[in-house]
């Protein structure tokens, strides 16, 4: 094995912040889901922490070299799964669980370095042809995860790319046209959704007109959330959670619980460290050598904090009922690997930055 | 392509001005979450904390029963039987290995059983149940019962299993049940269907799978504040699924099943007057209770792999030439068309020419028939007097006479699945061979040859046509009000009858190709046919049938109803690779009129008592 594959520490001030907010967030999943639960999301975190090791050690060059091998992989992945949706007969499998939930996963981060490699020896801001290429490139995959079907993910796996578009410094008229087509083409949009979705919506905006199905569970988390206070009601004390009326209290409702326990002031603390942290990311891009880290890096943590608003904003009824979990807090391995893995990516643009300029 | 230059500098400055822009974004929106949460916090604390001292009402689901299935005298085919499992809460238990271990005293856990528990503790969330094991026994229940308190966490709850009482001999026709799919899950309405659901995967079950399945009820739990259970009250009960009545005969059914023997096929049993199917089989069959719980992936390649492609519904989706079946037919199309009439005779000589065209078209008979008239065509099924009639009359005439019979076209029975087949045209040819249609195809198209393929419910749903004289009684399985229609022409009474008479002769002249299945006491009119088998190789080609292996051998057709004064069953039967309709499909037809008949005889003793 190389010795100096292992010389790169990733950037110490971002791992020490992440530490923290994975410890604090296993702290909370205690009171959510006693230790069993505690024991088994350490081991995917330890996991995943290699992972963002591993991967700090790889030139960010390297995976310039093999991103269109990397998005070319996951479209093919999003393609087979199409088919093995299809030709599954009867039979209840094993396998379509785990497998149908994977590369839409993998999408949020080889769409974003896709859309970065595309404009990566382009003079920005990029011409129309450019945008044209991204355009096809963030259409091919959510329009395949749209037709799982799975919408929210499509959008969400859309936003990462457009952020790339949109650090790539696209004219503000561009930007603000766009939204306005956007915003203009929502009722077209809702001809679209499935009725469960439109339920979803229509719910979000009026809760207590279904109090059994999705209202119930924001209802719940509001009084959760209200009912925490300034300070909390304590570490496992919060009724909400421990009397089981808080729906998925370890996973999309983790941030309910802690809002129950630990009150506000355990709700800034939380703000506080997804601040530090996506400030920091968002300074390894700026310091970044190359288009291409810079864009991916920026678009990585944009992508972050809108998990996160998306997340928040869900459970405190501000934004429609979508599963997403807060990242790097919600019990679950997916997330917490796909994530740490493009923190990696990031630790991996700083080290290998600082070497050259030694 | 022209790149433009890139300048580094300006470029760092536009990207480090975006990155200012979207700091100060996520600052705005974090601002805002920040003041949702104050002020669910600090400003609506009171209003909140209220809410939860009151809160004490949980919410579930009461599950709504699945409709039974019926046959048409009230025998149950399908239902739900309580069944018991054991399962875990493994954030509420200790030492889980060691648990299990203990309960392998209790309950019988093989390896397997292991594995699976394994499996869903690696991939389900600790805090939600897990099941141990399905379909516990009485002595398991009771067993557990007793050592209930050495294992917290662990529950034995009651549930619904589907069970189908006939499964092999209704597999394609109730089709089977299984857990709801994602997909299928997504498209459904989520007050109705929660993600363990049965959900109808086939057949009737698929097809009245929103009558079956019923609307979810709601329970109302009161719990104090330590999390006790105070009450519990049904504040909605569910609507259970909607029963079905079948017009199946489940004894004909039987029959009908048992009379194929070894054979694999398709038989279809109808009372012609109302279009009600009687009986409905494809064989061979399979164990379809096997799939209501996801079947292994071992055995389900078994079935999906097996030569006899058991998983495949041959009634509805099977498709066949008609081969001489459509005889009958192209007689009615003639007779409508006077082009023959009821005394039109020809000489047959043992093969046909069109006009200026050297290639011979075949009799079955070497030498010909002789002279025949239209009942003995029928009876000897003279292929010459088809071919001559089907060219005279032409494509276009004969695809919009067979049309109305639903030859090639969805007949809308209520089961799922359903396929067209063909009916060949010269449009279906130009848009599907781009190629213009040749008078030879005309020529076969008499004897039921050519690029025809026809599913056995379409030959039913002609059939009833047939024998009903005239009636399209749409086919269904489910009892309902019968929907007449007549055919859009009409045909006089004395076209259907020599018809009827030359199928009549089929079985009961003593020149009849059916003579073999003549019944004593009643008259039975039919019709053999005998529908090609492709693939063959060149020397195969001229090797008889019993010469060839099985699965090259062509497929037997018969097609039948009785009594011939006022039919009530009429009867399709494809025996796949049977080589001869008379010799492989008659019999199998006869049997199922013969139990029909007997059927019928039994309840007048009864009602004459």
Redesign the interface.
């Known amino acids: 094995m190389n010795k100096r594959f292992f010389t790169y520490m990733p950037d110490p001030v971002l791992l020490t912040l992440l530490l923290l907010l994975l410890g604090y967030g296993l702290v909370v999943l205690y009171s959510a889901?006693?230790i069993?639960?505690v024991e088994?999301q350490a081991v995917r975190i330890a996991l995943g922490l290699f992972g963002l090791y591993l991967v700090t050690q790889f030139r960010p060059e390297r995976f310039e070299q093999f991103t269109p091998l990397i998005y070319a992989g996951s479209v093919l992945l999003l393609i087979a799964v199409f088919f093995f949706?299809i030709t599954?007969?009867?039979?209840?499998?094993?396998l379509?669980?785990?497998i149908?939930i994977q590369p839409s996963e993998l999408c949020k981060i080889s769409l974003p370095m896709m859309v970065a490699w595309i404009f990566r020896?382009?003079?920005?801001?990029p011409?129309w042809?450019y945008l044209l290429a991204a355009a096809v490139a963030i259409g091919i995959c959510a329009g395949l995860i749209y037709k799982q079907?799975d919408l929210g993910t499509a959008i969400l796996v859309a936003a990462s790319g457009l952020f790339v578009v949109?650090?790539a410094?696209i004219s503000w008229k561009f930007i603000f046209s766009g939204l306005l087509v956007g915003a203009l083409s929502l009722p077209v949009l809702w001809q679209f959704l499935?009725?469960?979705q439109r339920?979803r919506v229509l719910m979000f905006l009026n809760p207590e007109s279904d109090?059994?199905?999705y209202g119930?569970n924001i209802i719940?988390s509001?009084?959760?959330?209200?009912?925490?206070?300034?300070w909390g009601k304590g570490w496992t004390e919060g009724?909400?959670t421990?009397?089981?009326?808080l729906p998925e209290?370890?996973?999309d409702f983790i941030l309910s619980v802690l809002?129950e326990e630990f009150?506000?002031f355990g709700?800034?603390l939380l703000?506080l460290l997804?601040?530090l942290i996506?400030?920091r990311c968002?300074y390894i891009?700026?310091q970044a050598k190359t288009?291409y880290n810079?864009l991916l890096c920026?678009a990585l943590t944009?992508i972050f904090?809108v998990y996160i608003?998306i997340n928040?904003?869900m459970i405190?009824g501000?934004l429609p009922v979508v599963g997403v979990p807060l990242p790097l807090v919600s019990?679950g391995g997916t997330s917490v690997l796909t994530l740490l893995a493009s923190f990696g990516i990031i630790t991996s643009v700083h080290s290998h930055k600082k070497l050259i300029q030694q | 392509m022209g790149r433009q230059l890139k300048q580094p500098f300006q470029e760092k400055k536009l990207f480090t001005e975006r990155i200012i822009v979207a700091l100060i974004m996520i600052m705005v929106v974090f601002t805002l979450l920040l003041s949702r949460y104050f002020y669910l916090q600090v400003i609506q604390h009171d209003n909140y904390t209220k809410q939860a001292e009151q809160n004490k009402i949980k919410f579930s689901r009461i599950n709504p029963t699945r409709g039974l299935i019926y046959d048409r005298n009230g025998l149950l085919l399908a239902e739900n039987i309580t069944t018991y499992r054991l399962q875990v809460v493994p954030e509420k238990s200790q030492a889980l290995e060691v648990k299990l271990q203990q309960l392998k005293q209790l309950v019988s856990l093989d390896d397997e059983d292991i594995v699976a528990i394994q499996a869903q503790l690696k991939y389900n969330p600790v805090f939600k149940p897990i099941t141990i094991k399905s379909k516990l026994t009485e002595h398991e229940v009771s067993r557990f019962v007793v050592q209930k308190h050495q294992f917290p966490g662990f529950n034995i709850e009651p549930y619904l299993i589907r069970k189908y009482l006939y499964p092999m001999e209704l597999s394609h026709l109730i089709g089977f049940v299984g857990k709801i799919s994602e997909a299928e899950f997504a498209r459904q309405d989520h007050s109705i269907y929660a993600k363990d659901d049965y959900f109808g995967k086939t057949g009737l079950e698929k097809y009245y799978e929103q009558q079956l399945h019923g609307t979810p009820g709601q329970l109302v739990t009161e719990i104090n504040a330590q999390g006790k259970q105070l009450s519990e009250k049904i504040s909605t009960p569910p609507t259970n699924g909607t029963h079905l009545n079948l017009t199946i005969d489940m004894q004909l059914q039987k029959a009908a099943y048992r009379a194929f023997g070894e054979e694999t096929g398709a038989a279809i049993a109808v009372n012609p007057n109302t279009g009600e199917i009687l009986a409905m089989v494809s064989k061979p069959g399979y164990d379809t209770n096997e799939f209501i719980n996801g079947i292994s992936q071992v055995n389900y390649d078994k079935l999906a792999q097996s030569p006899d492609k058991p998983l495949f519904d041959r009634s509805i989706k099977g498709g066949y030439e008609p081969g001489s079946t459509i005889k009958p037919y192209i007689a009615l199309a003639g007779l409508y068309h006077q082009l023959i009439t009821p005394e039109s005779t020809m000489i047959s000589s043992g093969s046909y020419k069109i006009p200026n065209q050297d290639r011979p078209y075949h009799d079955w008979k070497q030498g010909g028939h002789g002279k025949v008239d239209l009942v003995n065509s029928l009876a000897e099924s003279v292929n010459v007097f088809f071919y001559d009639l089907a060219y005279r009359l032409g494509i276009d005439k004969i695809h919009d006479f067979l049309q109305p019979f639903k030859f090639g076209q969805l007949t809308g029975i209520d089961i799922a699945g359903e396929k067209r087949g063909i009916l060949p045209s010269r449009t279906w040819k130009r848009a599907n061979r781009d190629m213009i249609w040749f008078p030879g195809e005309t020529v076969i198209t008499g004897i039921g040859q050519g690029y025809f393929v026809i599913t056995p419910v379409q030959m039913a749903q002609a059939l009833t046509t047939l024998a009903s004289k005239g009636q399209v009684n749409p086919l269904h399985l489910v009892k309902r009000p019968y929907v007449k229609k007549p055919l859009p022409f009409d045909l006089k009474p004395q076209h259907w009858q020599v018809v009827h008479d030359g199928m009549t002769a089929v079985i009961n002249a003593p020149n009849g190709t059916a003579r073999a299945i003549r019944a004593k006491d009643y008259l039975i009119a039919g019709k053999s046919g005998t529908s090609q088998v492709f693939g063959k190789s060149e020397e195969d080609i001229y090797k008889k049938n019993d010469e060839l292996p099985k699965h090259l051998r062509n497929h037997a057709l018969f097609i039948a109803f009785a009594p011939i004064e006022q039919p009530e069953i009429a009867v399709v039967v494809v025996a796949e690779h049977g080589a001869s309709g008379t010799k492989a499909a008659a019999p199998i037809a006869k049997s199922i009129i013969d139990s029909f008949m007997q059927e019928r005889q039994d309840l007048k003793a009864v009602s004459d008592e």
């Open positions: 889901g006693g069993v639960v088994r949706g599954v007969k009867g039979a209840q499998r094993w379509d669980l785990g149908s020896h382009t003079a920005l801001p011409n042809r079907p949109f650090l410094g499935h009725e469960y339920q109090p059994l199905n119930w719940q509001k009084i959760a959330i209200g009912s925490g206070g300034f009724s909400q421990q009397l089981d009326f209290h370890s996973t809002s009150g506000f709700v800034l703000f997804y601040t996506i400030m968002l891009a700026q288009t810079r920026g944009l904090f608003t928040a904003g405190s501000v019990y």
